[in-house]
C-alpha cells in the first residue's frame, strides 16, 4: 500500500478527487504520495508522486466526466456551446502543472529542461481509451501526459505509471521538487544540533525534511473547524500523543503543526503551551525562523497563561527556599513525619494540590501510584495536618506559591466557567510529561467542543515528579499515538554515552514500560559516531566554574561559531556565579540567559540551569554541578524509597541534559573518581 501524507484529503474533496484518491491508494508500497494541503489553490498540484524514492510525478485531477470528453469527439448538434473541444482537455490542469514547474523554476533554480519529471492530468470519470481518442484529434502539444481512469484496475493503473515513469531524478532535483511543494515541512540547517561544526553550513547543502513519521504526524487530521451544526456542546476534543527519543523531533513536530494548523485556520485560535521559559523562548525562536508568526497563534508558559487570564495577585510568591524554610520549621509538630525530608513534604504539597486532594477524606483515600515514598501507620494523617497548616501559614503571611495559582486558575476555568476565560480551537502542549492533572483540566476546559488537543511527551525525561498515566491525567491517548524511532540529534557517541549511564542506574523494579530509552538498532541507525564525551575532573564546585569559562574561552579561539554553545549548571544556587564569571571573561553582551527572553544573533553562549533545559539543544553542551545531585542521594536523612525517588529523578534528568548536545559534550565532574 502507497504511503500517503497525510493519510487523507483534508476538508471535502470533490468526487473526481476522492475517486482518484481512492485509485492511489491501492499503489504498492514503493509508491510515496505527497497530498497538497491547499485544497482550493490555484498554484500547486493537487499531488506528488514519487516511485521507488526517485521517480517523480507531479498530478492534477480533473472534473471531466465521460460524457463531456465524448463531447470532444462528436460535438452535440444541439448543445455545441456546451461541447468540448479536443484543445480543452484538461487545459487548465496542465496549465497549473506547467505554472508551478516555471515558478518553482524562478524561486528555487532550473527544474525544467534536463530534470526528468513527469506532469500528469489524470481522468477519474473518463475511460482510458476516450482520453487517448480525444489526444489524437488536438492540433496542439503539451507536456503533460493524459490518462484516463474510469473502470481501470488497480494493477493496471500501477503499471501505466511505471510505463510513464521518467529517469531517476538526481538527489539535488528531489530536495527541490520537495521544497517546492512540501516547503512546510523543510528543516533549517540551523535546527540541526548533529551538524558537524567544521562542515559548511551555507543555503548549498542539501535541505533537510521532516522524515516520513514526523510529517505524517505533523499533517494528518489538520481540520480544526467543524461545521457548528455537526457538533454538540459535549463533543469530545481529538486528542493526539507523539513521543519518542531524545532528539527524535517531538518539539519541531509539535511547533510544525502549530503553526500549519495557524496558517490553514486564520479564523481558529490556536494556543502553544510549555512548562518554563526557555523552552518557550527556543519556540518562539524557531517560529520566526521559519515564517512570520501568525495572529492568530500564542506560544506561552503555563503560568504565564494563568497570569494572564487571572490578572495580577496581591500575594508575595514564595520561591522554594521559601517553602523549603516554612515546611522544615512546620514539620516539627508532626512526630510521624520526622524521618521523611523536608524535600519529599514539599513535594507531597505540591501533589496534593496538583491532584487537586483539597479535603482530609480525599487525600485519605487517594491512590499514591507512582509516588515511590510510601506514607505508613499515622503518617498520611499528619500530612494532611502539615498541608493544612502550611496553607493557613501562607494564609496569615499574605503569600502563595505556584501550585496555588494552579488551583486559582482551575476554580475560574473549571468550576466557574468564566464566560472570561478564552476557548481555543486547539491546544499544542510541549513537554507535556510535566503537566499536572489539575493543569489537563484546565487545558481541555479551554478547548472548544470537538477541539483539538495535540501533546508532545517524552516520559524519559520526567523528573519533576508529575509521574502519573495520561487516564489519570483525564487523558485518553490509547490508539491516538506516534512513537518517533529515529534520533536526529545527537552522535552515536553521546547518545551511546547516555544509555549506558542511564542503565547502570535505573533500578530493575522501575516500571519502565513507557520509556524512550534508545535500543542497539536505533544506534546502529544513527550515520555519525561522532567523539566520545569528555570528563574533567577538577577539586570542587569552584574550580568546576572557572574550568567551563577557560573551555568556553578557547572553543571561542578556536572558531566554534555564536549561539552553538549550551552550558547547563544543576546546581541552580550557582547558575548566577557561573553567568557572571562568564560575563567577565567573554565580554558583554557574550552570555545569554535561557530564562530572560530569545537568544541575542551575537551571544556566544546560552546558560541556564539543569532542570530548566527540557527542549533545548546546542551542537556543544558543557554541563556542570552533576555531583551536586549525586551526592545528595547519600543524605543520612533520607529513607530507602525517598533515596531510590532521588536516583530515578536525578537519573532522568542528568540523561535529559546528556541527550542536549548534538556533536560534543563535555562533563566536569568533582574529585578524583567517578562517582555513580
Not at 136 to 165: C, I, N, P, V
Not at 320 to 345: C, H, Q, Y
Request: hydrophobic share 40%.
Amino acid at each position: 500500500m502507497a504511503r500517503i501524507i497525510p493519510s487523507k484529503p483534508r476538508g471535502k474533496p470533490n468526487k473526481a478527487f476522492s475517486a482518484f484518491y481512492r485509485v492511489l491508494k491501492t499503489l504498492p508500497d514503493d509508491f510515496t504520495a505527497w497530498l497538497s494541503l491547499e485544497n482550493k489553490s490555484d498554484s500547486r498540484p493537487q499531488v506528488f508522486l514519487v516511485w521507488r524514492e526517485r521517480h517523480a510525478f507531479l498530478i492534477q485531477v480533473a472534473e471531466t466526466t465521460q460524457q463531456l470528453a465524448e463531447s470532444a469527439l462528436q460535438g452535440d448538434f444541439f448543445k455545441q456551446h456546451e461541447a468540448l473541444r479536443p484543445e480543452d482537455l484538461g487545459r487548465l490542469e496542465s496549465e497549473l502543472l506547467e505554472n508551478f514547474v516555471e515558478r518553482s523554476s524562478s524561486l528555487l533554480g532550473p527544474l525544467a529542461g534536463d530534470l526528468p519529471l513527469k506532469r500528469l492530468v489524470v481522468f477519474p470519470n473518463v475511460h482510458e481509451g476516450t482520453v487517448d481518442e480525444v489526444l489524437m484529434l488536438r492540433s496542439d502539444e503539451t507536456e503533460a501526459s493524459y490518462l484516463g481512469l474510469h473502470q481501470m484496475q488497480s494493477a493496471h493503473f500501477t503499471r501505466r505509471l511505471e510505463a510513464l515513469a521518467a529517469a531517476a531524478l538526481p538527489e539535488p532535483g528531489f530536495h527541490h521538487l520537495r521544497r517546492a511543494f512540501t516547503p512546510e515541512s523543510e528543516v533549517p540547517a540551523a535546527f540541526v544540533a548533529r551538524t558537524p561544526m567544521d562542515r559548511n553550513t551555507s543555503a548549498n547543502l542539501p535541505p533537510c525534511f521532516l522524515d516520513f513519521d514526523q510529517e505524517w504526524c505533523m499533517k494528518n487530521d489538520l481540520d480544526l473547524l467543524p461545521r457548528h451544526e455537526e457538533i454538540a456542546a459535549e463533543t469530545p476534543a481529538s486528542v493526539r500523543l507523539v513521543t519518542g527519543v531524545a532528539g527524535s523531533g517531538k518539539s519541531l513536530v509539535l511547533l510544525y503543526r502549530a503553526l500549519l494548523s495557524a496558517r490553514l485556520h486564520p479564523d481558529a485560535r490556536v494556543l502553544v503551551l510549555t512548562h518554563n521559559k526557555p523552552l518557550r523562548f527556543e519556540l518562539e525562536r524557531r517560529s520566526k525562523r521559519l515564517a512570520k508568526l501568525p495572529r492568530n497563534l500564542s506560544c506561552t508558559t503555563f503560568f504565564q497563561w494563568a497570569a494572564k487570564c487571572l490578572g495580577k495577585w496581591p500575594e508575595r510568591m514564595w520561591w522554594p527556599a521559601d517553602i523549603e524554610r516554612n515546611v522544615a520549621r512546620l514539620k516539627e509538630s508532626f512526630p510521624s513525619l520526622a524521618k521523611l525530608s523536608t524535600a519529599f513534604l514539599t513535594d507531597e504539597i505540591g501533589w496534593i494540590k496538583d491532584h487537586l486532594l483539597l479535603t482530609n477524606t480525599l487525600y485519605q483515600n487517594a491512590d499514591r501510584l507512582g509516588r515511590g515514598t510510601s506514607l505508613r501507620g499515622n503518617q498520611r494523617e499528619e500530612m494532611w495536618g502539615l498541608f493544612h497548616a502550611y496553607q493557613h501559614e501562607q494564609k496569615e503571611k499574605n503569600a502563595t506559591d505556584w501550585h496555588n495559582i494552579a488551583l486559582r486558575f482551575h476554580e475560574v476555568a473549571v468550576m466557574e466557567k468564566s464566560p472570561a476565560f478564552p476557548c481555543f480551537d486547539a491546544i499544542f502542549v510541549d513537554e507535556a510529561q510535566f503537566f499536572a492533572k489539575s493543569w489537563f483540566e484546565i487545558v481541555s476546559a479551554a478547548l472548544k467542543p470537538g477541539g483539538h488537543l495535540f501533546l508532545a511527551a517524552d516520559p524519559t525525561q520526567g523528573f519533576l515528579r508529575r509521574r502519573q498515566s495520561w487516564i489519570a491525567a483525564g487523558i485518553e491517548v490509547r490508539g491516538r499515538t506516534i512513537k518517533l524511532s529515529q534520533a536526529y540529534r545527537n552522535t552515536r557517541a553521546i547518545l551511546r554515552f547516555a544509555r549506558e549511564f542511564y542503565e547502570t542506574r535505573h533500578a530493575s523494579d522501575d516500571d519502565e514500560a513507557d520509556l524512550n530509552v534508545p535500543d542497539d538498532a536505533m544506534l546502529a541507525s544513527i550515520s555519525e559516531e561522532g567523539e566520545a564525551p569528555v570528563v574533567i575532573h577538577v577539586p570542587g564546585p569552584q574550580e568546576e566554574i572557572a574550568r567551563a569559562v577557560n573551555e568556553t574561552l578557547a572553543m571561542r579561539e578556536h572558531g566554534l561559531q555564536p549561539g552553538k554553545l549550551l552550558i547547563l549548571h544543576a546546581n541552580s544556587a550557582l547558575e548566577p556565579a557561573l553567568r557572571r564569571a562568564l560575563e567577565r571573561k567573554l565580554g558583554l553582551g557574550q552570555t545569554h540567559d535561557a530564562k530572560s527572553g530569545q537568544v541575542p544573533p551575537d551571544a556566544f553562549c546560552t546558560v541556564t540551569t539543569l532542570n530548566a533545559a527540557t527542549g533545548l539543544e546546542a551542537p556543544v553542551v558543557i554541563l556542570l554541578g552533576i555531583d551536586h545531585l549525586l551526592e545528595s542521594e547519600q543524605d543520612p536523612r533520607l529513607s530507602d524509597d525517598e533515596r531510590h525517588d532521588l536516583r530515578r529523578d536525578h537519573t532522568r534528568m542528568l540523561y535529559m541534559g546528556f541527550t542536549r548536545a548534538g556533536q560534543r559534550l563535555v562533563l566536569l565532574r568533582c574529585g578524583e573518581r567517578e562517582k555513580s
